[in-house]
C-alpha cells in the first residue's frame, strides 16, 4: 500500500497525536522489547512525517539505534495514558502497555520483527531521512528539541473507520500532555510550574467530569491522578 495521507485522514501541517512504537534488544538474549509513547506529529508537503521526541525519551535512543518507528492511530484514549504516562517501580507500573498491547510486522528490508500495537485502526512504518534541532517556548520555558523527518515504508489501515474523538476524549488527551510535563517541572525543581501546570489538569478534570459518563475517559483520568500522586510523594 503507497502511502497516501488522505487514506488516513491526515491534511497538510496539522498536528496528530498518535502512539509511536520503537524497539530496544536486551544486552543478554538481544530479545525485543517493545516502547510506546504518545507524540504529536504533521504531515508536509513532501508527505514526509515530522516528530519531536525528546533526546532523553527511549523513542529517541530507540530511533537513533534502529532506525525505524510505528506510528499507531489508535481510538482507546486509555491507550495514550499507558503509552505517557509510566513511572519505573511504581505502582501504576503493572498498568503499563503489557506485551499483550502489542503485535509484529516482518518486513522483508528488516531482520527485526516490528511492533505495533494491535488495537490501531491503522499504521504508518517510518525511517528517519534528517535530523534537525528546534527552539521551542511553552510553560517549561525555551528548549532545544530534536525533531526528525520520517519517510513511510509500510502503511496498512486495519480498519475501516477514523476515529474522531469527542469533548471528553479531546480535554483527557491535553489532561495527559498536560501530566508529563509536570514531571518534568519536578525533575527541574521549579515548584511555582509545578503548581501551575497541576492547577490545569485539576480545572480540566473537572471539565472533562461535567461532560457526562464515559468508562474509557474516566479510568484515564483515574491513571492520570494515580500518576500524580506518585510525582507528589
Not at 534502529?66 to 498498568?95: H, M, R
Not at 509484529?104 to 505495533?116: G, N, S
Not at 525533575?187 to 489538569?201: C, P, R
Amino acid at each position: 500500500m503507497i502511502f497516501n495521507p488522505e487514506n488516513f485522514g491526515l491534511k497538510t501541517d496539522y498536528l496528530y497525536e498518535v502512539i509511536t512504537c520503537t524497539y530496544s534488544k536486551s544486552e543478554e538474549d538481544k530479545k525485543i522489547k517493545p516502547n510506546a509513547s504518545c507524540m504529536g506529529i504533521r504531515v508536509d508537503e513532501y508527505n514526509l512525517i515530522e516528530i519531536g521526541p525528546y533526546s532523553t525519551t527511549s523513542t529517541y535512543k530507540n530511533l537513533k539505534e534502529n532506525k525505524i518507528i510505528t506510528l499507531n492511530f489508535v481510538d482507546d484514549i486509555y491507550l495514550y495514558a499507558l503509552a505517557s504516562l509510566k513511572e519505573p517501580n511504581s505502582s501504576i507500573g503493572s498498568q503499563e502497555l503489557s506485551t499483550n498491547y502489542y503485535n509484529f510486522k516482518k518486513l522483508e528490508t528488516r531482520e527485526i520483527l516490528i511492533p505495533y500495537i494491535n488495537d490501531a485502526w491503522g499504521i504508518l512504518i517510518c525511517e528517519p531521512v534528517k535530523e534537525f534541532l528546534k527552539i521551542k517556548q511553552n510553560e517549561l520555558g525555551e528548549i532545544k528539541i530534536p525533531f526528525f523527518k520520517l519517510k513511510v515504508i509500510f502503511c496498512d489501515k486495519l480498519k475501516q473507520s477514523f476515529k474522531l474523538f469527542i469533548r471528553a476524549e479531546n480535554l483527557t488527551l491535553e489532561i495527559i500532555i498536560l501530566a508529563t510535563r509536570l514531571k518534568i517541572a519536578k525533575e527541574m525543581k521549579n515548584a511555582s510550574l509545578f503548581d501551575e501546570i497541576y492547577e490545569k489538569i485539576i480545572d480540566l478534570m473537572e471539565t472533562v467530569k461535567r461532560l457526562g459518563k464515559h468508562d474509557r475517559v474516566l479510568k484515564t483520568i483515574d491513571h492520570v491522578n494515580d500518576y500524580i500522586k506518585i510525582l507528589m510523594d
